[in-house]
């Protein structure tokens, strides 16, 4: 069975992704299916409005196939590289889409998957939604078009994101601007069948519910404190900090250091120019040059390999990282930089 169904339904055009024991986690060939079936409804006057949504229930997208990357980047970068090529400038064609574009983000939506759903004009979350840019913790930075989203969000907010990997449940990711409505997962079908009948965006409104409370909407002044300026040798552990401040420190620490500094600094590149096609540039240039960074394949290792969750970073400390070399691997590409 194919891997995305493409469909067009009186005036709907939809995209499901259909890889549930992968938890719809984006493949080659997914990104090349989806591109393809938006040129398509782009192209086709009868098509209105564009829904995309998955399978499973668990995730609507837990991001790239990072299995497939671990197992082939050092023999074959290349592929790698174009898998991010491609992907972005998907995520991009979404970001400037000229139709209306409804995600239903119901379960998991992590990298990937955010840059699937989270640049749509209309984004749906469900109260199973789990949404986050969990780069740091494997040795990798926030991509598809997340810096820019990272970087718009409440004040430092993006930083804390970006640094931690910290997951939003639906109140979150719409205080944070990563979603814009909360529908139950149980009105998902009706909600696409009233999409069906009208290739109406408006009607989301007739399913949706208040927002749940966001918890870091409470948290704003002490992660501003944090993170501007943000301080690699601040020692948020010590004696008399808040719960709040040692827990950032503690996620923190859990991910690879050179990809904390990292992240913070493509978010901190996208506030200066959020353009969707210059993130993703920079990003990019990160993604091609991470294929020969050791820390990517330990942190995959750790987390989705042999899943002991103790990855070895190099450097380990946050202290050790030069930021020199963080600024270099963003630096342009030369002939191979990233074109939409």
Sequence with gaps: MSEVVIERRRRMGRI???RPAALNALTQGMVEAIRAALDAFAADDAVALVLIDAVGGRAFCAGGDIVGLYRTGRSDPGAARAFWRDEYR???????????VVALMDGIVMGGGVGLGCHAAHRVVTQRSVVAMPEASIGFSPDVGGTRLLARAPGHLGDYLAATAGRMKAGDAIFAGFADHCVPSERLPALAAALEQTSDPAVIADFAEAPPFSTLSGYLTEIAALFAP???????GHEGASDFARGTAAAIRR????SV???LHAVGEARRDPAI???????YRFSYRVVDHDDFYEGIRAAVIDKDY???????RLADVDPAEVAAAFAPLGAEEWTV
């Design 255 to 258: 991910n690879a250091p050179f």
């Design 16 to 18: 499901t992704l259909n």
């Design 261 to 263: 500094l990292a992240a």
């Design 277 to 283: 096609e210059a993130c993703l540039r920079r990003e």
């Design 230 to 236: 943000f301080d690699p040798l601040m020692p948020w």
């Design 90 to 100: 998907l995520n991009a064609v979404l970001a400037g889409f000229a139709k209306p």
């Design 310 to 316: 103790d990855p070895h970073w190099r450097p380990a």
